[in-house]
């Protein structure tokens, strides 16, 4: 199956900004278990926390 081909609608996934960057973040299967406490988009952003942008 090719790299390019994309089963589903990103556009109805749950979203969120990051607690340190604002820059919005979907929903991931990696994050099924624990959408609500998820605050960062990367790690980056979980070592900065709340410093400005």
């Known amino acids: ?3 390019t081909a994309f ?3 990103k ?3 749950p ?3 990051c607690a340190a ?3 919005t973040m979907s ?3 990696k994050w ?3 959408w609500d406490a998820v605050q960062y ?3 980056r952003c979980r070592r900065r926390k709340g410093k400005a942008p």
């Open 1 to 3: 199956m090719a790299a």
């Open 7 to 9: 089963k589903g609608n």
């Open 11 to 13: 556009a109805a996934l």
């Open 15 to 17: 979203s969120k900004p």
């Open 21 to 23: 960057c604002g820059r």
């Open 27 to 29: 929903w991931r299967k």
């Open 32 to 34: 099924r278990a624990g």
């Open 41 to 43: 988009c990367s790690e």
